[in-house]
């Protein structure tokens, strides 16, 4: 007698992530109620069970979705507004004026649409986010089906979300108390940077992180400025700081962590630290390569960000994957530094564990909710294909993404994003902020 489940899915090869290495040939997944009940080969999939919708992808690899373990989502509104500056220039002269001007409620909830259109189009089903008004993001990526950790941002400086560190917290967790238990939208504390936020304001947010049992997320040692201004104001650098304020610990995200030496990496590991590596960042600004391979070394656990389309100007995880491994090659002189099976683990498992979702999502296992993508290997371009997991990394681009299920909902088919808002009326509503940019 057949068992009744909500969808089969059968791909040529299916890619769990854990165990790690392994490819499966000719293997269906089935979901019920969200969860993923069942990993099997196909002729026994079919015959043990009898779902409501079979999706047939002879051509295709199945993967967990790509957890983006880094954004600002609704920056996607200045793609491209300032290019070919450093970091400081770009922050000072331009984003932050821009966002004074306009950041509000419309501009978040629709920067935030707009990201998550593209996310969910390259197979990202999670993102892990910073900004201002949370409440708003929430909303939207809730709407859109999507996996959020909402970053509940810490500052020293007013805007027109907040006044001062006090007043964010206490505005943030408001936003947490209203959304507390959904499904798939949780929350972090998330204090900007350690030049954007005093002790006193670090010491809150780490003090509400420990109280609400909340992650903790953070640019840190992003640029070779940043450290000599924490040594010249503060006698250490900022990964010593933070610890010292007792922010360091196995729920803090360390975002780009690029000028770390082996003390502060050694810092990291002590304390089990996550890195959020960005490369196309990291490389567009000019802020310098991550030392990814002592990061592997240390037994760091490293998931991979976007940062924001203002500054990257992509929200494209598959363009980071191969960024990150060529990275590692060419930085380290070493052609076996980060191999296409390990870049593929940060992409998902890494960025699941660094949110303490690790034993819902980020693999393909019984008992994990139902977030995954498939990706087509059926043109010309992609051929031939000696070993999937390397063609993902160094073949496939984020177009070759066909499916998206979050949590057994689909949001992208036959590469189709499924959202209220279609296209042209996103487009409309991005060309309207442009002009207002300007």
Request: some cysteine.
């Given at each position: 007698?057949s068992?009744?489940?909500?969808?089969?899915?059968?791909?040529?090869w299916?890619?769990?992530?854990?165990?790690?290495?392994l490819?499966?040939t000719?293997?269906?997944?089935a979901?019920?109620?969200?969860?993923?009940?069942?990993?099997l080969?196909?002729?026994?999939a079919?015959?043990r069970?009898r779902?409501?919708?079979?999706?047939?992808?002879?051509d295709?690899?199945?993967i967990?979705?790509?957890v983006?373990l880094?954004?600002?989502?609704?920056?996607s509104?200045?793609?491209?507004?300032?290019d070919?500056?450093?970091?400081?220039?770009?922050?000072?002269?331009?984003?932050?004026?821009?966002?004074?001007?306009?950041?509000?409620?419309?501009?978040?909830?629709?920067?935030?649409?707009?990201a998550?259109?593209?996310?969910?189009?390259?197979g990202?089903?999670?993102?892990?986010?910073m900004?201002?008004?949370?409440g708003d993001?929430a909303?939207?990526?809730?709407e859109?089906?999507?996996?959020?950790v909402?970053?509940?941002?810490?500052?020293d400086?007013?805007?027109?979300?907040?006044?001062?560190?006090?007043?964010y917290?206490?505005?943030?967790?408001?936003?947490?108390d209203?959304?507390?238990?959904?499904?798939r939208?949780?929350f972090?504390?998330?204090?900007?940077?350690?030049?954007?936020v005093?002790?006193a304001?670090?010491?809150?947010?780490?003090?509400f992180?420990?109280?609400?049992?909340?992650?903790?997320?953070?640019?840190?040692?992003?640029?070779?400025?940043?450290?000599?201004?924490?040594?010249?104001?503060h006698?250490?650098?900022?990964?010593?700081?933070?610890?010292r304020?007792g922010?360091?610990?196995p729920?803090?995200?360390?975002v780009?962590?690029?000028h770390t030496?082996?003390h502060?990496?050694?810092?990291?590991?002590?304390?089990?630290?996550?890195?959020?590596?960005?490369?196309?960042s990291?490389?567009?600004?000019a802020?310098g390569?991550?030392?990814l391979?002592?990061?592997?070394?240390?037994?760091?656990?490293?998931g991979?960000?976007?940062?924001?389309?203002?500054?990257?100007?992509r929200?494209d995880l598959?363009?980071?994957?191969?960024?990150?491994a060529?990275?590692?090659?060419?930085?380290?002189?070493?052609?076996?530094a980060?191999?296409?099976?390990t870049?593929?683990?940060?992409?998902?498992l890494?960025?699941?564990?660094?949110?303490?979702?690790?034993g819902?999502i980020g693999?393909?296992?019984?008992?994990?909710?139902?977030?995954?993508?498939?990706?087509?290997?059926?043109?010309?371009?992609?051929?031939?294909?000696?070993?999937p997991i390397?063609?993902?990394?160094?073949?496939?681009?984020r177009?070759q993404?066909?499916?998206?299920?979050?949590?057994?909902e689909?949001?992208v088919?036959?590469?189709?994003?499924?959202?209220?808002?279609?296209?042209?009326?996103?487009?409309?509503?991005?060309?309207?902020w442009?002009?207002?940019?300007?």
């Amino acid at each position: 007698m057949s068992i009744d489940v909500d969808f089969l899915v059968h791909p040529r090869w299916l890619i769990p992530v854990e165990p790690d290495r392994l490819v499966l040939t000719q293997h269906s997944i089935a979901v019920r109620d969200g969860g993923i009940v069942d990993i099997l080969p196909q002729a026994d999939a079919r015959a043990r069970y009898r779902a409501a919708t079979d999706y047939e992808l002879p051509d295709h690899a199945l993967i967990p979705g790509l957890v983006n373990l880094h954004t600002h989502a609704p920056m996607s509104l200045m793609r491209g507004l300032a290019d070919d500056l450093p970091l400081a220039r770009w922050l000072r002269e331009v984003i932050w004026p821009a966002e004074a001007r306009h950041v509000s409620p419309s501009f978040v909830r629709d920067g935030t649409l707009l990201a998550a259109h593209e996310m969910l189009r390259g197979g990202i089903t999670t993102c892990n986010d910073m900004y201002f008004f949370p409440g708003d993001e929430a909303e939207v990526l809730a709407e859109a089906g999507m996996r959020a950790v909402i970053g509940l941002i810490v500052l020293d400086f007013p805007s027109a979300w907040a006044n001062d560190p006090d007043d964010y917290l206490r505005r943030g967790l408001a936003v947490r108390d209203k959304w507390h238990g959904h499904p798939r939208i949780a929350f972090s504390i998330a204090p900007h940077a350690p030049y954007s936020v005093s002790d006193a304001g670090l010491e809150r947010a780490a003090y509400f992180a420990a109280e609400l049992d909340l992650p903790l997320h953070i640019h840190i040692h992003e640029t070779a400025d940043e450290i000599a201004t924490s040594l010249a104001s503060h006698g250490v650098r900022p990964l010593a700081r933070l610890e010292r304020l007792g922010l360091l610990g196995p729920g803090l995200t360390a975002v780009h962590a690029v000028h770390t030496s082996e003390h502060d990496l050694a810092l990291l590991a002590h304390h089990g630290c996550s890195v959020a590596h960005c490369p196309g960042s990291n490389m567009k600004l000019a802020s310098g390569i991550a030392p990814l391979p002592a990061m592997l070394r240390h037994g760091i656990n490293i998931g991979l960000g976007t940062d924001s389309a203002a500054s990257n100007n992509r929200l494209d995880l598959f363009q980071e994957m191969r960024q990150c491994a060529l990275l590692a090659k060419v930085g380290s002189l070493d052609a076996t530094a980060a191999p296409a099976h390990t870049v593929l683990r940060m992409a998902t498992l890494g960025g699941a564990r660094a949110l303490g979702l690790d034993g819902a999502i980020g693999s393909l296992e019984i008992g994990k909710r139902a977030d995954f993508c498939a990706v087509a290997f059926d043109s010309p371009s992609a051929s031939p294909c000696f070993d999937p997991i390397s063609h993902l990394i160094y073949v496939c681009g984020r177009e070759q993404v066909t499916h998206v299920w979050v949590d057994g909902e689909i949001r992208v088919q036959n590469g189709e994003v499924l959202l209220q808002t279609n296209d042209n009326e996103l487009l409309a509503l991005v060309s309207l902020w442009q002009t207002r940019l300007v």
